[in-house]
Structures are given as C-alpha cells and as structure tokens.
C-alpha cells in the first residue's frame, strides 16, 4: 500500500450489517431500510460505502449538497436530507428528486414558486416530540396540513420523528413517550385526510430495541458501521429478548512509522512536555495528528498497534504527528504497519475504546476521520480494485 496513512473498508461489512439490523424487523426480508451516510458516512468515505450497499432501500443524508453528490456517484435510489435546506436552494432539490424533511411554513411557501404537479417537491414532515431540536410541534400541525394542501406541487411522502434518549439510558420512557406523542400525531393527520407512504422513526438504537418504533421503514446509520450506539443499547438488547444483531466494524485506520530514535531517559516528549521517559526509550513518531481527526484527547493515553503488540502514545497528539514508545517492540522498523483503528493480530483497537480516552463516543470518533485520508476497500487481506 503505497499510502501515508489510510482507511480500510472491509467490503462485505456495511450491507451485511444491513442485513442484521433489518432483521431486527417482523418482516426481514423485505423490510426498507434508509442508510445514513452523512458526514461522509459517519467518516467512512461516502462513495466508498454508497457502493457497498446493494440493500439500501434508501439513502439519508444531511445537506442538499451531500444529496446532489450521490446523484452525481448514480444514486438512482430515493434520497432524503435530514438536514436544513436554505430556501433560495429548493429549486436544486426539487430539480434533483432529493426528498425534503420539512417543519416550516416558510419553507412551504418557498415550495409553491419552486414546485409543480410535473415536478413535485416530496416531503417528509419532522414532527417534534420530545427531542427539541428539528421538527414541528404537534399543535401547529393542522395550520402547516392547511397551507400544504393548497400547494399543488407539494407531495407528502413521509412523516418522521427522532428519538431524544434511547442510546444514553436502560429507561426507555421518554422514548416511550415520544412514540406515545407521535402515534397521536399519526391519527391526526390520517383524520386530516393525508397518508404519507412512508413513516420512519427509527434510528439504529430504536431499530435493535423497539420494534414498535419500525412503522413502515428503519433510517439507521451507526449499526451500518457495524458499531453499537452505546453500551446501553448492547446491555439492552442482550436483556429485550429479541434479535440481538451481529455487527462487524467497517473501518480500519492505518498509518506507517515515519521515523525511530532512541531518546535517553529522563528525556521530554511532544508539546507542553506533558511526558518525561524514565527509561531510555526508542521512540516511533507516526505522521498522523489531530487535523487528519485523531482526537487530541488521547494525549498521553491511547495505545497504537505495531507488529500485533500495543505501543502507547507519549505526550500530545500534534496537528500532523504523533508520538509512541516502542521500546516493547524493539523488532520494528521504519516504515511498518500500525493500526490506529482496528484488528492486529490479537489485539484491537475500537473506536469504543479510543472513544473513552477521547472523552467523547464512537460517533464522534469515526466521523472526524480525515475526508483527506484516501479509502481503500478490501476483501479480507486483498485490495478490491
Ligand atoms: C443521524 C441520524 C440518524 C441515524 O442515527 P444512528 O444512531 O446513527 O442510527 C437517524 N435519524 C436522524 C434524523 C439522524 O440525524
């Protein structure tokens, strides 16, 4: 591999997660599932994992930009944004065929210049129930129905809501109460006279666990990813007596040493000098830094894989560099192999684990990887051209 530093997709992973979390549904076979892949599929390099996901039913996306992407990569499926869209740009949208989740009148109104009956803006009303960040609250829904009837291009498609507190807690009250508040909303709108096809709450922690929150399709991402939300949705589901999903991680992170020296003891490592030897030491230093998204946090904590054996970090992590001791690996060279997300041999790396000495979550870590890093696929050991 004649890279600096990469990211490896192992090639059968996302839609074999796919798979298992739609069978977290009555109906497995068959069950729609929406792929999340915003923000460059949660880092994983968005044209990478679009191509490894026959069984996506549908795409979800945060902005319009990221929705014309994939129609630019042939996305012929349906794709939703999650996300805002300034009004002045609706017409792109449209013009695209990207679904739209709305909640303002505002945006309505925009609709009506930008939409016709030949060429329909499909949108999917985000309802607020309890999370308190996008969506329309359900008193104001029978004024937003009233002014969508009276635009002719407007077609509604979806109805959706989100989930505030499912992944943080083994109570799932609140989410049961969301459901509650959503269900309402549901009657509501069918007296109204409207039907949208496709109602869609359920991200990857409501999808493991509750299969009342399922409706008519999942819109999941973190489990494509082949990571857990959280180790409460793990314990949750290992106690829900239900499916509990095999989720294989996607994503391996890599880089090569850049350069080793053996520095004496009593020596200071990095920035600040946060980290003195008290040995005499053979120093790695690897060219991957905080800018590249390795978490800045894992100063002087996290541990980096060389030759199947652990060599932890020394002092800061730098914008482009890191270092490690390899003191304990006196068999390495220039220019090896390390992992800093993944599988060595015996050991691994999860993005679990370099989320704690981050202070942060899995999500968080996944998604800051560098866009930059080129993204490679492979099947087992084999590069997939
Ligand atoms: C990101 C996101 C999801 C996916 O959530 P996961 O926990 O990654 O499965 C679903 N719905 C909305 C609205 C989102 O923003």
Known sequence: ?????????????????????????????????????????????VREIISLLPSAAWFAVNSL??????????????VLILGYVLLDRLAEAIEADLRLTVYNTETLEKLKEAA???????????IETGTNRQGILPENLPEFLSCAALIPGIKIEGLSTHFANIEDTLNHEYAETQLHRFEEVLRLIGDAGVHPEVIHTACTAAAILFPET???????????????????????????????????????????IAQIKIIPSGSFVGY????????????????????????????????????????????????????????DIPQSRLEDEVVLLG?????????????????????????????????????????VH
């Not at 016709?116 to 985000?126: E, G, T, W, Y």
């Open 1 to 45: 591999m004649n890279y600096l530093k990469w990211v490896e997709i192992e090639e059968s992973a996302p839609d074999w997660n796919l798979r298992q979390l739609r069978a977290c549904s009555e109906d497995e076979q068959n069950f729609p599932v929406c792929a999340v892949v915003k923000a460059n599929a949660y880092g994983h390099g």
């Open 343 to 383: 599988k060595d041999g015996d050991e691994i790396i999860s993005a679990e684990m370099m989320a704690e000495w981050a202070g942060t979550i899995n999500y968080e870590i996944v998604t800051r990887i560098s866009p930059f890093m080129p993204r490679v696929i492979k099947r087992g050991k084999e590069s």
């Open 65 to 78: 930009d990221e929705g014309l992407e994939l129609r630019h990569c042939g996305i012929e499926r349906p």
């Open 116 to 126: 016709s009956p030949k060429k329909p803006a499909r949108i999917h009303i985000k």
């Open 214 to 256: 399922h409706f008519n399709m999942l819109r999941t991402g973190i489990g494509l990813y082949g990571l857990w939300p959280s180790r409460e949705t793990y314990l949750s589901a290992q106690t829900a007596g239900r499916p509990v999903p095999d989720l294989k991680p996607v994503l391996s992170w890599k880089t090569k």
């Open 272 to 327: 600040g000098c946060t980290f003195r030897t008290n040995r005499k030491t053979r120093l790695g230093v690897l060219p991957v830094g905080y800018a590249d998204g390795y978490d800045r946090g894992c100063g002087n904590s996290a541990h980096v894989l060389i030759r199947g054996k652990r060599a932890p970090l020394l002092g800061r992590v730098c914008m482009n560099l890191l270092m490690v001791d390899l003191t």
